[in-house]
């Protein structure tokens, strides 16, 4: 008989993401009842501000009301069909809105879009459609990738074979081709950025030298390298990761999954090195954090190397639930908001208040590096403590605010929706999350 108690039940029926369940001995779940607008409500009548987005993909609150009332029309028109087939408005409007949208980047637009649920299966499909084209184009050898030293591309086990972080790869190793990592061009010191980017292209370009014959493709995170620690880097990297990649005709996939859509300050992340990539890997914030969506957009002159009368030479890869009508729908009322609501504006008048109402934590003596790319805040609290991630998050909750740190890193992440009190919060009860960390 299961136990009425949901944690308890959780324990016994759940197996949660990311986790060693045997610690949920000491540090409970929490059970959550609801949520609005930043805040998460347990069954207990406790609040949390969500200041990571919910794991990044929340990018307008809880039951945001536009977003739940753009769902409630679609559910009753069409909750779901097969798009091999078939095809229907709210995944047309998506392409083609996401596709008007990479204009942007410059040059011709990535106007093929191609449809899965998550953010591992669009690294997946990048992968795959890019040693594909190869394929197709008479170069069979190239089919070998290469990533950034701490990147992280997702956990299936195609995505491992382009993730650099031992912790999620290394049980795997025997079911993974690695591939090769070279240089990340990130680094703490912001002053020290544009020499360290120079080096890692340098060094790019010296192994693409090398290896091009075999080389598929280059994938990055643009701009900041999440989930290795928030490892910010400056765009000329971009630029000259670019330009190698058109020297020695290798592709380059942008995994925007975590840095797209508003994250880093532009729509998307490239925008500020004014590249475009063969491949951009969209999901988390796409469905305003409502529905697993991902999608890879790409150009022309790919979607040709796949077009014609040869079936295999076709892109054969499907999920059963691509292009879900209600996942894109979430995304169009989440495209909307950025136009209704000047939300790239907006934003900037958000961070700036942020970073200035986080001025005593920056200039904390415990705190190293504090840096913001777009809306995403990180700093490294010294300790040499290896629990001190664990104990932020517990105290974080006690603190009524939500924090996930990553090592030593601490960083928020949070919704576009936050007022200039709400950051005070924010700020203060970090500060207090940090403090009862360092002191127990
Ligand atoms: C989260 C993430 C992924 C994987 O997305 P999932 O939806 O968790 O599979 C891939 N790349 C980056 C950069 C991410 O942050």
């Not at 990147?151 to 090769?180: M, N």
């Not at 700036?352 to 590096?369: E, K, N, Q, Y």
Request: proline share 5%; net charge negative; with cysteine.
């Amino acid at each position: 008989m299961p136990s009425t108690n949901l944690l308890q039940r959780s324990l016994e029926a759940v197996w949660h993401p990311c986790t060693q369940m045997k610690q949920h001995e000491r540090f409970p779940l929490v059970p959550l009842e609801r949520g609005t607008g930043l805040w998460l409500y347990d069954t207990n009548g406790r609040r949390y501000f969500d200041a990571v987005s919910s794991w990044w993909v929340n990018l307008f609150g809880h039951c945001n009301p536009r977003i739940n009332a753009a769902l409630q029309r679609q559910l009753g028109t069409l909750e779901h069909a097969m798009l091999a087939g078939f095809t229907h408005r709210p995944v047309v409007e998506l392409s083609e809105r996401l596709g008007a949208l990479s204009a942007s980047l410059g040059g011709e637009r990535l106007g093929h879009a191609f449809y899965a649920s998550d953010g591992a299966s669009a690294t997946e499909i990048a992968l795959k459609m890019s040693a594909h084209y190869w394929r197709n184009n008479g170069q069979p050898a190239k089919n070998r990738f290469v990533c950034l030293a701490g990147s992280y591309h997702g956990e299936t086990a195609g995505a491992l074979s382009v993730t650099d972080i031992s912790l999620f790869r290394d049980a795997y190793a025997p079911l993974v081709r690695q591939s090769e990592t070279v240089p990340s061009p990130a680094c703490g010191a912001a002053d020290q950025r544009t020499e360290s980017a120079r080096r890692a292209a340098d060094a790019l370009d010296a192994w693409l030298t090398q290896h091009a014959d075999t080389t598929a493709a280059l994938i990055v995170e643009p701009l900041v390298q999440c989930a290795t620690g928030m490892a910010m880097y400056d765009p000329e990297y971009l630029r000259r990761a670019r330009a190698a990649c058109d020297r020695h005709k290798v592709h380059l996939i942008a995994d925007e999954i975590a840095v797209g859509c508003g994250r880093t300050g532009t729509f998307f992340a490239c925008e500020q090195a004014s590249i475009r990539p063969d491949f951009l890997c969209l999901s988390k914030g796409i469905s305003g954090g409502y529905l697993p969506l991902s999608i890879v957009l790409t150009s022309d002159a790919v979607y040709r190397a796949f077009y014609d009368d040869a079936t295999a030479r076709g892109f054969l890869h499907s999920h059963s639930y691509t292009g879900n009508p209600l996942a894109c729908t979430a995304a169009l009322a989440t495209l909307d908001i950025f136009e209704s609501d000047k939300v790239l504006e907006t934003n900037r008048q958000r961070a700036d208040a942020l970073t200035r109402i986080a001025a005593p934590i920056a200039h904390d003596g415990r705190v190293r590096d504090f840096r913001r790319t777009g809306m995403i805040w990180a700093f490294e609290v010294d300790t040499a403590d290896p629990h001190f991630a664990r104990k932020v998050f517990a105290a974080g909750l006690e603190a009524e605010v939500l924090l996930r740190p990553i090592g030593n890193t601490v960083y928020w992440m949070p919704p576009y929706i936050f007022d200039d009190a709400d950051a005070a919060f924010l700020v203060e009860r970090t500060g207090n999350a940090i403090d009862t960390a360092l002191a127990s």
